[in-house]
């Protein structure tokens, strides 16, 4: 049974930081990738970066603010936020799949909030 479990979420003031990780257990960790997601109030769920084997990807709202790494000893993954903006706000979503373009499995999500 896949689980992933994200935590690092919280309230941040404009230009600020946070580091968002991700525990995933139950499958191969190194065989899947792993991607990050977040929705806004009132927002579709948009993605927002992802990594494997081959690389990673990021969405143009983040490049250059955002990193997406991954500690395969600890079946971890991370994401690194900075220079954050009011329009980050959003529950942000760990997931993971066979491609960075396919997710099947969710976590339950973390709240990140930040104030202008």
């Known amino acids: 049974q896949v689980q992933l479990v994200e935590s690092g979420g919280g309230l941040v003031q404009a230009g600020g930081s946070l580091r968002l990780s991700c525990a995933a257990s139950?499958?191969?960790?190194?065989?899947?990738?792993m991607g990050w997601f977040r929705q806004a109030p009132g927002k579709e769920r948009e993605f927002v970066a992802a990594i494997n084997w081959s690389g990673v990807k990021y969405a143009d709202s983040v490049k250059g603010r955002f990193i997406i790494s991954r500690d395969v000893a600890k079946n971890t993954a991370y994401l690194q936020m900075n220079s954050l903006k009011p329009e980050d706000t959003a529950v942000y979503y760990c997931?993971?799949?066979?491609?960075?373009?396919?997710?099947?499995?969710w976590g339950q999500g973390t709240q990140v909030t930040v104030s202008s």
């Open positions: 139950g499958r191969f960790f190194t065989a899947y990738a």
């Open positions: 997931a993971q799949g066979r491609t960075r373009d396919k997710f099947d499995s």
